[in-house]
């Protein structure tokens, strides 16, 4: 029932910005945190940012921080990540997830998940 759509992924010079978005349905998404991940070939998903379902207020990863911003618009059950200055070490596929908790920079903190959306950072 639950559905997250990942989707504004693509191929984009270092430097260059992309704005990623997480349609949601099948859920009161305006209750759950959310949040991005990313995973590389051959790596384990890491947290990159996540947004509060109660007050908003957002969490970043050293390694995106001044770069990203995470921002959602529960009208439109639906969450961005907006991606500026991108470096080549960004390039993995880039997952949403929707989660109930409190912890929420650990895969198992949430508790749906799309099929992601791949961003590749060419030099």
């Known amino acids: 029932q639950v559905q997250l759509v990942e989707s504004g992924g693509g191929l984009v010079q270092a430097g260059g910005s992309l704005r990623l978005s997480c349609a949601a349905s099948?859920?009161?998404?305006?209750?759950?945190?959310m949040g991005w991940f990313g995973q590389a070939p051959g790596k384990e998903r890491e947290f990159l940012a996540a947004?509060?379902?109660?007050?908003?207020?957002?969490y970043y990863a050293d390694s995106v921080k001044g770069r990203f911003i995470i921002y959602r618009d529960n009208a439109k059950n639906t969450m961005y990540l907006q991606m500026n200055r991108l470096k080549p070490e960004d390039t993995a596929g880039y997952y949403c997830?929707?989660?109930?908790?409190?912890?929420?920079?650990?895969?198992?903190?949430?508790?749906?998940w799309g099929q992601g959306t791949q961003v590749t950072v060419s030099s």
């Open positions: 997830g929707a989660g109930r908790r409190f912890r929420l920079q650990r895969e198992d903190d949430y508790d749906y």
């Open positions: 099948g859920l009161t998404f305006s209750r759950y945190t």
């Open positions: 947004i509060r379902w109660n007050d908003g207020s957002t």
